[in-house]
């Protein structure tokens, strides 16, 4: 008899909510649970401000949260305050991979301290020849030439950028990789060879993702299990095909319907109107959720986080 592998991240009726004023919260992230194993790729998409960038934030431990819990293999990561988990032995566990790859980079350090840079402190790496070959390693990883390693981020281009940052995500051999639209603010030429680039990193080092995009279809061509989040819940999760080809909340069916087809006279399914006010929450279930959608109490003007 075989034992089921433990998930690699479970996250447990997670919550994250905002204070506005003394008796007044925005709620983020609304009791969001779902896991992740060994080896997967998870997608999350959703709408500018559905809490995306939030849940990851918790996930990464960028941000305290105000319930739940994050447990990572064995260990209960939410227990650990966020000034302390830098320190962490189970900091290099889990890397982040930035939105923007100009923004996320020191414009004082070349491409070469960038990489080394997590070494050095998670690991009290000082030697300079092991942390030049590792960077060199890292560079042929990622496709990013030698010679550029002693450049500062303005002599960088964008996709070059992008391929520093990934090389220092994993510098450290992270178990789960979270990546923030990693190629959004990259041409669609480099965003394909990125998205090859990550493809091939996965197989190499056996990590996880967690894919975090507007882009349904590059979800779809990355991923094995996709979560839909509205107004700070998972509202379905499931199989990438089973999803895209029977979806079953209209949000889900709407934001399907908005990819992008070669189709004559393509269908989306329109959204108006407005959202709940999300200071002042109130327990909404999902098929509650689903009838506000289906009465069209829609998805636009969400605020951000």
């Not at 000082?126 to 550029?148: C, F, H, I, T, Y």
């Not at 500062?152 to 178990?175: C, D, E, M, T, Y």
């Not at 990546?179 to 996965?202: F, G, N, R, W, Y």
């Amino acid at each position: 008899m075989t034992t089921a592998t433990p998930p690699l991240l479970q996250v447990q009726n997670l919550s994250k909510a905002f204070p506005l004023s003394k008796n007044t919260h925005l709620q983020a992230v609304d009791h969001v649970s779902f896991e992740i194993q060994p080896g997967e790729s998870v997608g999350l998409v959703g709408e500018s401000g559905c809490g995306k960038s939030t849940l990851i934030r918790l996930i990464t431990r960028l941000l305290d949260v105000s319930a739940g819990e994050i447990r990572f293999e064995d260990t209960i990561l939410s227990t650990i305050a966020v000034r302390q988990f830098p320190k962490s032995s189970y900091r290099k566990g889990i890397q982040l991979v930035f939105q923007d790859p100009t923004d996320s980079l020191n414009p004082r350090f070349t491409a070469y301290d960038t990489i080394t840079e997590p070494i050095k402190r998670l690991t009290g790496m000082r030697d300079q020849p092991q942390l030049q070959a590792r960077a060199s390693e890292l560079a042929d990883w990622v496709g990013l030439p030698q010679d550029l390693l002693s450049r500062f981020p303005h002599q960088l281009s964008g996709g070059q950028k992008a391929r520093v940052g990934i090389a220092r995500a994993i510098a450290l051999n992270p178990k789960l990789l979270v990546l923030d639209e990693p190629t959004s603010a990259l041409d669609v030429s480099v965003q394909a060879v990125i998205l090859h680039l990550l493809a091939d990193l996965k197989e190499r080092l056996g990590m996880s993702y967690l894919f975090v995009s507007h882009d349904l279809n590059v979800v779809r061509l990355l991923c094995d299990r996709i979560l839909v989040m509205y107004l700070g819940k998972i509202v379905e999760a499931g199989p990438v095909e089973q999803v895209f080809n029977h979806p079953r909340h209209p949000y889900t069916e709407a934001l399907i319907s908005a990819i992008p087809s070669f189709e004559a006279k393509p269908h989306p399914i329109p959204l108006t109107g407005e959202p709940a006010a999300r200071s002042t929450p109130t327990p909404m279930s999902a098929a509650s959720m689903a009838a506000a959608l289906r009465a069209k109490i829609g998805v636009s003007r969400l605020c951000r986080f």
